[in-house]
T-cell receptor, first 111, second 113 residues
């Protein structure tokens, strides 16, 4: 099946730093979704993107839909301890309503 | 609005048994999808139901099945459990139609011994 490649796999940053992560695919996606998952919980939808080139913010989070439609980016500004978790990109592939997920970027914040 | 709820939260079963997991979607959401999450394979799509009909199915064996009721609540069943079925099973609901925005429940942690 289609794979979404997320990088980096993990990030160790200092509180207050900005964070950037991305998600790439070999196929075109018409929708990109970004989720965050905390330990023992289900993923929480952060941002949804529907148009190539679209830039959408949610508080300190900003995500972009790549113009090639094969990638997406998530930035977190001025990270705080509660930003710790695993960030997933996802999208519907092949017209199905099931989402394909990347393997996630594990964000760890050092005090 | 209340979020997606799943019961039970934790379950321990023995190999060969069967299990049924339950999901109540967000009020007004008609689509329910199920996912399996494991450390090795990540999040994988199982199936999706809309208006009591299975619309899409992932690449899982027939031991995995589901259904949706008229109130949009959904259940998934796994028969003849195998050790490899140990996972976090997540349910997600969406309005349906052209919306791909899915909202997840907390999951059911299934351990097969």
């Amino acid at each position: 099946g289609q794979q979404l490649n997320q990088s980096p796999q993990s990030m160790f940053i200092q509180e207050g730093e900005d964070v950037s992560m991305n998600c790439t695919s070999s196929s075109i996606f018409n929708t990109w979704l970004w989720y965050k998952q905390d330990p023992g919980e289900g993923p929480v939808l952060l941002i949804a993107l529907y148009k190539a080139g679209e830039l959408t913010s949610n508080g300190r989070l900003t995500a972009q839909f790549g113009i090639t439609r094969k990638d997406s980016f998530l930035n977190i500004s001025a990270s705080i301890p509660s930003d710790v978790g695993i960030y997933f990109c996802a999208g519907p592939w092949g017209g199905a309503d099931g989402l394909t997920f990347g393997k996630g970027t594990h964000l760890i914040i050092q005090p | 609005k209340a979020g997606v709820t799943q019961t039970p939260r934790y379950l321990i079963k023995t190999r060969g048994q069967q299990v049924t997991l339950s999901c109540s979607p967000i009020s007004g959401h008609r689509s329910v999808s199920w996912y399996q999450q494991t450390p090795g394979q990540g999040l994988q799509f199982l199936f999706e139901y809309f208006s009591e009909t299975q619309r899409n199915k992932g690449n899982f064996p027939g031991r995995f099945s589901g259904r949706q009721f008229s109130n949009s609540r959904s259940e998934m069943n796994v028969s003849t459990l195998e050790l490899g079925d140990s996972a976090l099973y997540l349910c997600a609901s969406s309005i349906g139609g052209s919306s791909y925005e899915q909202y997840f429940g907390p999951g059911t942690r299934l351990t097969v011994t």
